[in-house]
């Protein structure tokens, strides 16, 4: 039997963000001088995606609420260093333009987005990981995604941090090889450990050998906490201490940092075009900002996979 060729859900801010970093503005500006470096990036990056993973389907999640406020009600500090004055994320001045730009490029060639009000993106890749056809494979550069890896579906993390063009393919052996967990506790690990970039302290004097180590050990935050409990159980005295110290923290921290898989999204058109939708208004978008390279890219990626 021929294997099903997988979806593509992307984890777009992750995409756009490392597009705008990695391609200097002065390099990618429209005839009037705006900055396109992410969005040429991105799109490129598309492209590679589609003719490197054989993909039928794609799907790009957007942050409809980078900062849900029920996550920050169980833990104030949750990307709080990332505020802006004024409210909102802090995004750099020139990148908040062009997401529209994305976007409207996105529909012109026929690739879904979508997002969920009170849902960050990763909430929206969670649940379509656990609701789309698989094979899947998320595109994101964000580490807690590991906690999305299911080799039965099977769902994949095609991890970014080093670039589209040198991504990590990781199934769950690759989650144990990297951090000493299996891909289904990598959320109470990162609680335990912390990420300074999402304000998650973790336990003060933890690190990731000594959170892999509980996790191996009791299974879960809940089962560390449930064992703090008992006199019995065989912690150095110095951990006991540090674990009880952040006990509070440890009760919600793993709800905060744990995707949620039950979004409410609508129906989604997920299957890839074989040409533009709207070639016209495509066409139109690339002369205004100067993509005529990116989106013939991208279109002859699409064209290329429907041959195959």
Same mark, same amino acid.
């Given at each position: 039997?021929?294997?099903?060729?997988?979806?593509?859900?992307?984890?777009?801010?992750?995409?756009?963000?490392?597009?705008?970093?990695?391609?200097?503005?002065?390099?990618?500006?429209?005839?009037?001088?705006?900055?396109?470096?992410?969005?040429?990036?991105?799109?490129?990056?598309?492209?590679?995606?589609?003719?490197?993973?054989?993909?039928?389907?794609?799907?790009?999640?957007?942050?409809?609420?980078?900062?849900?406020?029920?996550?920050?009600?169980?833990?104030?500090?949750?990307?709080?260093?990332?505020?802006?004055?004024?409210?909102?994320?802090?995004?750099?001045?020139?990148?908040?333009?062009?997401?529209?730009?994305?976007?409207?490029?996105?529909?012109?060639?026929?690739?879904?987005?979508?997002?969920?009000?009170?849902?960050?993106?990763?909430?929206?890749?969670?649940?379509?990981?656990?609701?789309?056809?698989?094979?899947?494979?998320?595109?994101?550069?964000?580490?807690?995604?590991?906690?999305?890896?299911?080799?039965?579906?099977?769902? #994949?993390?095609?991890? @970014?941090?080093?670039?589209? /063009?040198? !991504? %990590? =393919?990781? *199934?769950?052996?690759?989650?144990?090889?990297?951090?000493?967990?299996?891909?289904?506790?990598?959320?109470?690990?990162?609680?335990?450990?912390?990420?300074?970039?999402?304000?998650?302290?973790?336990?003060?004097?933890?690190?990731?050998?000594?959170?892999?180590?509980?996790?191996? #050990?009791?299974?879960? @935050?809940?089962?560390?906490? /449930?064992? !703090? %409990? =008992?006199? *019995?159980?065989?912690?150095?005295?110095?951990?006991?201490?540090?674990?009880?110290?952040?006990?509070?923290?440890?009760?919600?921290?793993?709800?905060?940092?744990?995707?949620?898989?039950?979004?409410?999204?609508?129906?989604?058109?997920?299957?890839?075009?074989?040409?533009?939708?709207?070639?016209?208004?495509?066409?139109?978008?690339?002369?205004?900002?100067?993509?005529?390279?990116?989106?013939?890219?991208?279109?002859?990626?699409?064209?290329?996979?429907?041959?195959?």
């Amino acid at each position: 039997m021929a294997h099903r060729p997988p979806i593509l859900l992307i984890d777009s801010a992750s995409l756009y963000f490392r597009a705008y970093f990695g391609i200097p503005e002065s390099a990618a500006r429209a005839e009037d001088g705006t900055p396109v470096n992410a969005v040429r990036g991105f799109l490129d990056m598309l492209a590679t995606l589609i003719r490197g993973r054989g993909a039928d389907r794609m799907v790009c999640a957007l942050d409809y609420d980078w900062r849900p406020a029920w996550r920050v009600d169980l833990l104030p500090s949750y990307k709080a260093h990332r505020v802006a004055p004024q409210g909102g994320e802090v995004v750099p001045d020139t990148l908040s333009p062009q997401v529209p730009m994305i976007l409207e490029v996105l529909a012109a060639v026929g690739i879904t987005t979508v997002g969920a009000t009170g849902y960050e993106a990763d909430d929206v890749l969670g649940t379509l990981s656990v609701t789309q056809p698989g094979p899947v494979e998320v595109v994101s550069g964000d580490r807690d995604l590991f906690q999305l890896i299911d080799d039965a579906r099977p769902v #994949r993390l095609l991890y @970014v941090g080093r670039g589209v /063009a040198k !991504l %990590d =393919d990781c *199934d769950d052996a690759a989650v144990r090889a990297r951090y000493g967990v299996p891909a289904d506790r990598y959320a109470d690990f990162a609680a335990l450990r912390g990420d300074p970039s999402d304000g998650l302290p973790g336990v003060a004097g933890v690190g990731e050998k000594t959170a892999a180590r509980l996790i191996d #050990r009791y299974g879960s @935050v809940a089962g560390i906490l /449930a064992a !703090l %409990d =008992d006199s *019995d159980s065989s912690f150095a005295p110095g951990l006991r201490t540090k674990l009880a110290a952040a006990r509070d923290y440890l009760g919600v921290a793993p709800t905060v940092v744990r995707v949620a898989l039950d979004v409410p999204l609508p129906q989604l058109p997920t299957a890839l075009p074989t040409a533009p939708v709207d070639p016209d208004r495509l066409l139109e978008l690339a002369g205004r900002w100067n993509l005529a390279g990116s989106t013939r890219r991208l279109v002859d990626a699409l064209a290329a996979r429907a041959d195959a």
